[in-house]
C-alpha cells in the first residue's frame, strides 16, 4: 500500500486516496514525488513496487537482479571464475519468484562454462547413493542423506533438490574429481531441453528394463578417462534406470544405442547407484552389491571387483558383501 497526498502531506490511509493520482509519496522523507520509480516508496509487498523493484523492510528498493543461472553470469561477465555464485534459478522455470536466492557452485571453464553443480555423488563418506535410495535419485525435495550446502559440495554427498526438481536441462556435464581435485570430465546435450534432471530419474518405473536414455549426444570430453570409468569412457549416452547384466540394476549408466536390456551378458554392470542380481518381488532392499558408484567390467571382471570407493550396503540376501574398491573417484553432475 502506498501512502498517499492530500493537502501537502503524505498520509496513511487505507484505501489509499490520491489528491492526484499523477502523485505518490516517498515513505522516507514524507514528500511528494512523481512515479518516475517506486524507489524509496513504503510497501506491504512486492506488488506495490511498479517498476520492478522489491519490497525490502516495508519499503521499495531497486536492486540489480540476480541471474538465473551459472550460463547467464557466464553470458553477463565473460571472464567469470570457477566458484560460487549466488543466484535465482527461479527466472528458469514457469513460477519465477524475484525473492528466492541460492549460492550455487559454477563452472565457467569446460566447455564454455556456465554449469551448475547439482549432485555429487562422494563415493567415501559413509553415506550409501545406492539404486534404493530413492530419496536422492527421486526426491523432489528430499536429500537421502547428502548435504545441500553447496559449499561442501566436494567433500560429502550433494544434492540441490530445487534445481533437480524444477530447472529445465539443456545439457549435462559429469565431472570426475579425486577429494575435489578434477581428473577428467564430458559434456552431453540433453535428450529434452524442457525437463528438469529429476525427470529422467522419475518417468522409468523402478526396477524396469526402460534404459531411459539421457542425453542425445557427446558434446566434449576433457581430460583422460579411465578405462574402467563407467559414465564417461565410451562415447555413448547416458540412461536411467539401466538394466546392464541379467537383474543388475543402475540408476544411471552410459550405454550404446540400442543396448538390450537386462543382458546379453551378466554381471557386468556398471554406472551409479546400483542393485545388483535384484529379483523382483524378492530381495526389495539390496541387493549386492548397493554401492555409489560401480566400474565398467573388463575381461576376466565382474561386478565383485568394480565397487568405486567404501558407500556400499553391506547386507544383503548372499550375506556381508565387503568391498573391494577401485580407487577414491568422486562424481560430480552439473546442468546448463
Known amino acids: 500500500m502506498f501512502d498517499t497526498y492530500e493537502g501537502g502531506a503524505c498520509l496513511a490511509t487505507t484505501p489509499p486516496t490520491c489528491a492526484s493520482p499523477v502523485y505518490v509519496c516517498s515513505g522516507k522523507t514524507s514528500t511528494c514525488k512523481i512515479p518516475v520509480d517506486s524507489t524509496n516508496l513504503v510497501c506491504a509487498s512486492n506488488a506495490s513496487c511498479f517498476d520492478g523493484s522489491t519490497c525490502v523492510s516495508g519499503v521499495c528498493s531497486i536492486a540489480a537482479p540476480l541471474p538465473a543461472s551459472c550460463e547467464a553470469v557466464k553470458t553477463a561477465t565473460p571472464t567469470a571464475a570457477n566458484g560460487y555464485y549466488l543466484i535465482n534459478p527461479t527466472l528458469s522455470t514457469g513460477s519465477p519468484d524475484a525473492s528466492y536466492s541460492t549460492l550455487v557452485y559454477c563452472d565457467m571453464t569446460n566447455d564454455l562454462g556456465g554449469w551448475i553443480q547439482i549432485m555429487t555423488l562422494n563415493t567415501n563418506d559413509s553415506n550409501v547413493l545406492d539404486y534404493a535410495n530413492t530419496d536422492f535419485w527421486a526426491g523432489a525435495t528430499l536429500l537421502g542423506g547428502a548435504t545441500s550446502d553447496p559449499q561442501r559440495s566436494f567433500m560429502r554427498d550433494y544434492k540441490h533438490a530445487y534445481i533437480f526438481a524444477n530447472v529445465p536441462v539443456k545439457a549435462i556435464q559429469i ?143 548372499y550375506g556381508t558383501q565387503a568391498p573391494a574398491p577401485y580407487g577414491n573417484y568422486d562424481y560430480s553432475i552439473f546442468i546448463r
Open 175 to 317: 565431472q570426475v574429481h579425486i577429494e575435489g581435485v578434477l581428473q577428467y570430465w564430458r559434456s552431453w546435450t540433453a535428450q529434452f531441453t524442457t525437463q528438469p534432471l529429476r525427470h529422467y530419474f522419475t518417468a522409468p518405473a523402478l526396477y524396469g528394463s526402460a534404459n531411459y536414455q539421457v542425453t542425445s549426444a557427446v558434446r566434449m570430453t576433457g581430460g583422460s578417462p579411465w578405462i574402467n570409468d563407467p559414465v564417461i569412457v565410451d562415447s555413448n549416452n547416458l540412461f536411467s534406470h539401466t538394466c546392464t547384466g541379467s537383474n543388475d540394476y543402475n540408476r544411471l549408466s552410459q550405454l550404446p544405442t540400442g543396448h538390450a536390456a537386462c543382458g546379453p551378458v551378466n554381471n557386468v554392470g556398471w554406472g551409479f547407484g546400483t542393485s545388483y542380481d535384484y529379483a523382483p518381488g524378492t530381495y526389495v532392499v539390496c541387493s549386492r552389491p548397493c554401492s555409489d558408484v560401480e566400474a565398467r567390467a573388463v575381461a576376466g571382471t565382474n561386478w565383485v571387483s568394480g565397487i568405486i570407493g567404501t558407500d556400499i550396503n553391506p547386507t544383503n540376501q
